[in-house]
């Protein structure tokens, strides 16, 4: 009934990403699976370790004129943010790269000491080959590109699991892991940049001084506080496994990010799919009707829950119980896991695929006083409760306090969106 009240295209744009990221989750997962047999938990609490430095440095890299080009109203401004901000990236990975070598090179005993927790040297490859295919495709979901979206998309998690697959079958070591990563990375930004080589090589010749310049000086609110705002958004979400690997080790860590994979991950494709539609749809309702836009959010956040509540009551009954049967022993304890981080995802998936309405409303301090103050709870969580209670507890209470933070945001929005109609 709800899914009457959305528009024939917006729905049929949702399924059709849909459907392929149903393809790609089910090669993820046997993917995975596979790996398994070969890596350790600390194997993959490492590579997780790594990634999420990694996307730390991302949101900084750019600028966050990235962010300012996908709530451009102007194509071309949009296309012209973009490619100032890639640009960017390269030349702040690029210093990135040459500061690591001077230490390593003046302080060998640096060298060995970080080497031994990441192969942090190639950390600048990796931030840009993610930076360029992380917003390749932001852009094509500006440009409502649907198909070239699932095409680069499965291109990503295909060259990586074969990657790794490889060096799980010939070499099977944490090094193979982390230089596989980075391959499969690698693969599918040269493909990306190859396909649409004439538009970058275009784009970047059309983009003037002047312009430039008042691009800049126009979106200052992105680098002045959406950096800090999204570096500690990272923190306290995407790179949560670097605080898990800080206070608790790699083992835990590894268990945490195979939980995300085994039993979230199709949750995060469904809500990447909403997202990527809905990023289509806001550039015209924002400025033409926001009454109607508040209640086109209120409604799929309705169809949301109607699914996410079904699934995660099974996902806490069975989960446990259906582990013992798929997985190796060594990874049982996933399964009594999942109870623990369930709430967290429930709320965030509310509210994360439509908040990129926040930026369409200029709320970017407010965005890095609200992820400011969640990172300090989680790190003083961690911090005073790691050496009380055990591992699961202290995730237990982050999980109902990070939910109850993501509550009052979508709330706050969702009013803040009403007071503009």
């Known amino acids: 009934m709800l899914l009457k009240k959305l528009d024939r295209k917006y729905v049929l744009d949702i399924f059709r990403l849909l459907k392929w990221s149903v393809i790609i989750q089910a090669l993820q997962l046997a993917g995975t699976f596979i790996l398994t047999l070969y890596f350790t938990k600390e194997n993959f609490g490492a590579l997780s370790f790594l990634v999420s430095v990694s996307t730390i440095f991302e949101m900084a890299v750019g600028l966050q004129y990235n962010t300012a080009a ?10 012209s943010l973009m490619l100032i901000s890639t640009g960017m990236a390269m030349l702040f990975s690029a210093i990135i790269l040459a500061t690591i070598l ?6 060998p005993a640096l060298y060995n000491t970080i080497n031994s927790y990441g192969f942090i040297a190639l950390l600048p490859l990796i931030i840009i080959t993610n930076f360029i295919f992380n917003n390749g495709i932001l852009l094509l979901k500006y440009a ?15 060259a990586m699991l074969l990657a790794k ?5 010939v070499w099977g070591s944490l090094a193979s892991l982390i230089y596989a990563h980075l391959i499969g990375l690698l693969i599918t930004c040269l493909v990306f940049a190859f396909r649409f080589r004439h538009q970058i090589i275009t784009g970047y010749r059309q983009i003037t001084y002047s312009e430039a310049l008042l691009l800049l000086k126009t979106n200052y609110r992105f680098p002045k506080y959406s950096i800090l705002s999204n570096i500690i958004s990272a923190a306290a979400t995407i790179s949560f496994p670097i605080l898990i690997t800080l206070f ?7 268990v945490y990010y195979l939980t995300t994979i085994f039993i979230f991950q199709p949750l995060l494709l469904i809500m990447q799919a909403i997202s990527d539609a809905f990023l289509q749809k806001i550039k015209l309702m924002f400025y033409e009707n926001k009454q109607h836009l508040l209640e086109f959010i209120k409604t799929q956040q309705k169809i949301i829950l109607q699914i996410l509540i079904p699934y995660l009551i099974i996902a806490f009954i069975a989960g446990e119980f259906l582990f013992s049967y ?21 709320v965030t998936s509310i509210y994360v695929p439509f908040s990129i309405v926040a930026d369409y409303m200029n709320q970017q301090r407010f965005l890095m006083i609200f992820n400011t103050s969640l990172f300090l709870f989680q790190v003083a969580a961690l911090y005073f409760l790691h050496s009380i209670f055990d591992f699961t507890f202290v995730i237990l209470t ?11 945001i979508n709330f706050y929005m969702l009013r803040k969106l009403k007071l503009q109609t």
Do not use: C
């Open 70 to 79: 996908i709530v451009n109203e102007k194509a071309r401004s949009a296309r």
């Open 102 to 107: 001077f230490f390593f090179f003046f302080t």
């Open 144 to 158: 409502g590109k649907i198909r070239d979206i699932n095409f680069f998309r499965a291109l990503y998690v295909v």
């Open 165 to 169: 697959l490889v060096a799980a079958l």
């Open 248 to 254: 608790f080790g790699l083992h835990n860590n590894g």
């Open 326 to 346: 798929l997985m190796p022993a060594q990874w049982l304890e996933i399964g009594k896991f999942i109870k623990f981080i369930m709430l967290y995802y429930l």
């Open 398 to 408: 982050i999980s109902i306090i990070t939910a109850i933070y993501y509550g009052f």
